[in-house]
């Protein structure tokens, strides 16, 4: 059973209000990724990290920041909500893989946005 | 970033078995092959993964083909519950992990 939550798992806001999605894992994991997701659509990656006090941008650009300052913790943030924010945040971690490792991925059961 | 291609939609009768093809010509000696999927209104799910040789596990077979430039995911038996849309992807050790399209696998009962 993975151990990665999200909080919260839905939430509806202003426009111009700043948010922080919460991920946080259990597993010890040192890689950590933010993917967004519309319904229907694919997965988009806008944020990752390999350990403490490494982040990268994704493939998809994305006005959201984030921080690493604990392995367990990888929060994102949006200064200034938007309606075009709107969507799916799924949040996942992994070991490196390797020959024990498998590297596989543990998802979080996702922060649903809706920003008005 | 290696690129797959998959088909972007299957379709199987029930109990019978599916195969899900994937292309991954670029990719490194290095990388593993892991493949995940995705149930309706859920986060993406593992798998399999594999490196050169087939894998076998609870969920499905993985057969990778000998230059690696390819692959397959096995279920041999469809149910209802494995509708869902199916993802491959090269994993590198060192790199970040993309998901593609995918392949949307529909099952008729």
């Known amino acids: 059973e993975a151990d990665i939550y999200q909080t919260p798992r839905y939430l509806v806001i202003g426009t111009g209000k700043k948010i922080t999605l919460e991920c946080s894992q259990t597993m010890g994991h040192d890689k950590m990724y933010w993917y967004q997701q519309d319904p229907g659509m694919e997965l988009h990656l806008i944020h990752y990290s390999y350990g403490v006090n490494s982040t990268e941008k994704g493939d998809l650009s994305s006005e959201s920041t984030v921080s690493r300052i604990r392995t367990e913790h990888f929060p994102l943030t949006l200064e200034s909500a938007r309606p075009s924010h709107t969507s799916q945040y799924l949040c996942a971690s992994s070991e490196f893989p390797g020959r024990v490792n498998t590297g596989e991925l543990f998802f979080g059961e996702g922060s649903r946005l809706t920003v008005l | 970033d290696a690129k797959t291609t998959q088909p972007n939609s299957m379709e199987s009768n029930e109990e019978e078995p599916v195969h899900l093809p994937c292309n991954h010509s670029?990719?490194?000696?290095?990388?593993?092959i892991h493949w995940y999927r995705q149930l309706p209104s859920q986060g993406p799910e593992y798998v399999i993964h594999?490196?050169?040789s087939n894998v076998n596990n609870r969920m499905a077979s993985l057969a990778i083909a000998e230059d690696r430039k390819s692959s397959t995911l096995i279920l041999h038996r469809a149910t209802l519950r494995d509708a869902a849309v199916y993802y491959c992807m090269p994993v590198r050790r060192d790199d970040k992990i993309i998901f593609g399209k995918g392949t949307r696998l529909h099952i008729l009962p």
């Open positions: 670029t990719i490194s000696g290095t990388d593993y």
């Open positions: 594999g490196l050169t």
